[in-house]
């Protein structure tokens, strides 16, 4: 491990805003197979516990450096933003800025996404972005916008909760909507090259403007992606409270042909 990591690990230690729980914390080991989980702490007490001030709370999945969670804070200050994501070296950017800006609504939790419903009580989150995530085009359980883990998030998502989606991948976009759609949940905007054709918005949603944080807020990847003049989509949907989710019926090969093979797992085309 190089001295730049193990820098960034011990500077880490020191940032109120980050979380880092261990794995025992949170594991119960032996029984039954699968996974088992137990609540942490923080569960159903971030306002209070980890936040000064009790406002809605809304997660980005996945928020690699936290460039997306930051700007979001920064431009809404009424939400207590958090990040999370299992690595440590990435969220050292963003839990640095955060206090160095003294940031009071950002805060950025190490962990497996796997593991999320063991650190939020029903309720407690307000909506959920995934941003530029890993399509997993090889393991559909994997896709943080899949059946199996919809079915974490509503555990402690509000009734009015939305998730939002924005990526490059439209592999990962035609995925997700199958499972919008096959659920019969509520989607209420949906595009598939957001700054060259307006989005699809249901009745009664007010069309984003070209201020709204849907295109003024862009992640690193984001831009890049941008530069290569391929196209950006976005999709918001509700999740339900009941009722099982089951997987779409989606042509996963034809999908994979149409996104090609420009991307590997950090995102750097080939």
């Not at 702490?41 to 809605?56: A, I, L, S, T």
Request: hydrophobic letters at 35%; aromatic letters at 12%; charged letters at 25%.
């Amino acid at each position: 491990m190089g001295h730049g990591k193990l820098r960034k690990f011990a500077e880490n230690e020191t940032f109120r805003c980050l979380l880092q729980p261990d794995s025992e914390d949170i594991l119960i080991r032996g029984g039954e197979p699968g996974l088992h989980l137990k609540d942490h702490p923080v569960k159903g007490h971030w306002n209070g516990m980890v936040f000064d001030r009790p406002q809605p709370i809304v997660l980005e999945l996945g928020c690699g450096k936290g460039d997306y969670t930051i700007a979001l804070a920064e431009r809404y200050p009424g939400i207590n933003f958090i990040g999370v994501d299992i690595k440590g070296a990435r969220l050292w950017k963003g839990a640095k800025y955060a206090t160095e800006h003294a940031l009071p609504n950002v805060a950025f939790l190490r962990t497996r996404i796997e593991f999320i419903e063991a650190f939020f009580g029903p309720g407690e989150v307000s909506g959920i972005w995934l941003t530029f995530s890993d399509p997993q085009m090889g393991s559909e359980n994997k896709r943080l916008s899949s059946p199996m883990f919809l079915e974490r998030y509503r555990k402690f998502l509000s009734p009015q909760a939305v998730i939002h989606l924005k990526t490059d991948s439209r592999f990962l976009y035609e995925y997700t909507l199958a499972v919008a759609m096959d659920n019969h949940l509520t989607i209420l905007m949906k595009g598939t090259d957001i700054y060259n054709e307006p989005m699809t918005v249901a009745d009664g949603v007010v069309p984003p403007g070209p201020d709204s944080e849907i295109f003024t807020v862009q992640t690193f990847y984001e831009k890049y992606f941008l530069s290569l003049g391929l196209p950006i989509t976005y999709l918001a949907f509700r999740p339900r409270k009941d009722g099982p989710y089951i997987n779409p019926a989606f042509d996963a090969v034809y999908w994979k042909s149409v996104e090609g093979g420009r991307r590997t797992f950090n995102h750097n085309p080939r």
